[in-house]
């Protein structure tokens, strides 16, 4: 799965061959760079929920007598009173809305309906055993409990009203890190997606129904000391996207018991620690961070060192150290 149709385009062009979109396109000249490699038989579908997805794509197909693969994002949210569950993406909510893009499908004759993706991200972002937070995440569980019997259940009549309505689809795709456990339980789900898990983020430290080991750390290193027990690194502050709750902060990994100070966290250009335990720390020395979802370390650092025992067994590039920004 990939995000841009500039990323897209740098994926195949990098031998990747069978790409999802998880968001819709919308840039005809974008859309067109794309054309010559899935000409030459690369794989990439493209990411629709409105007529205006569709009537793009399509007239860009016709006029460049090439068909598209299109996959339909299912929206995956809950509403109760008071609260929407769930993230704002897709249009399509029900069997009806889902029928209308259906019937527009079939006035697009340079499209082609692989299959639908629904993106739970209620489930899949949000932690649900936090031990400092037990009551709300009783909550949490509850309602993540009542989401996922509601959301697979419409995943499910949404593939049995497209194979109904004639369409022969092989991509259902669901899932992120945090729901992976859930989403491989419905049948019918024939892929899942996860990014964040890779990396085993912070965020992902409280879930109940799985436990990773971290696998990303980042150091800073520490150029002063105001005083005696605070140890102040320079940069740090690597902060996720999204609603910014505290837990889109890093957290210090190592020494254990060393702690960032409320009032400045992890800064762009310094962060302090408050340290009084038994490890005698000097100017120079590192001290180890977790970044809490998944990109934010990619966006900052141009190479990862990736480790296995206490060796550095390779370096790869992120994008930002292949000189990419796809937005
Ligand atoms: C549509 C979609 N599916 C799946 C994922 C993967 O989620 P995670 O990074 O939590 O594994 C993302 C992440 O942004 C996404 O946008």
Not at 180 to 188: L, M, N, V
Request: with cysteine.
């Amino acid at each position: 799965m990939c995000f841009t149709a500039d990323e897209a385009l740098f994926l195949l062009e990098n031998d990747f061959d069978d790409l999802l979109m998880g968001y819709p396109v919308v840039d005809k000249g974008q859309i067109e760079s794309l054309i010559p490699h899935l000409k030459a038989g690369k794989e990439l579908v493209f990411m629709v929920d409105l007529v205006e997805h569709l009537q793009l794509l399509d007239s860009i197909g016709q006029s460049s007598e090439f068909t598209f693969d299109v996959c339909i994002d299912i929206d995956m949210s809950s509403t109760y009173p008071g609260l929407h569950f769930g993230v704002r993406r897709s249009s399509i909510r029900n069997e009806a809305s889902l029928q209308l893009l259906l019937n527009a499908l079939n006035g697009c004759p340079a499209l082609k309906l692989r299959g639908i993706m629904g993106y739970e991200a209620q489930v899949a972002g949000l932690g649900d055993a936090n031990p400092n937070q037990k009551l709300k995440s009783r909550v949490i569980q509850y309602l993540k409990k009542r989401s996922v019997n509601e959301f697979s259940e419409r995943r499910k009549k949404a593939v049995d009203l497209i194979r109904k309505n004639g369409f022969e689809i092989d991509l259902v795709n669901g899932g992120g890190t945090g729901s992976i456990e859930s989403t491989i339980e419905e049948p019918w789900v024939s892929e899942v997606t996860a990014g964040s898990g890779f990396y085993a983020p912070h965020l992902f430290d409280y879930y109940i129904r799985f436990r990773h080991l971290p696998a990303a750390a980042y150091a800073v290193q520490i150029v002063r000391r105001p005083s005696k027990n605070i140890y102040t690194c320079l940069g740090g502050g690597y902060i996720a996207s999204g609603g910014i709750e505290a837990e889109k902060a890093p957290i210090i990994y190592l020494p254990e018991k060393a702690r960032l100070d409320k009032n400045e966290g992890a800064g762009e250009v310094q962060t302090p620690v408050f340290y009084d335990g038994n490890i005698n720390l000097n100017i120079g020395d590192p001290i180890f961070l977790r970044h809490s979802k998944a990109g934010e370390l990619c966006e900052r650092f141009n190479e990862l060192y990736l480790i296995s025992g206490n060796e550095i067994v390779d370096v790869v590039p992120t994008y930002r150290g292949e000189g990419k920004c796809f937005l």
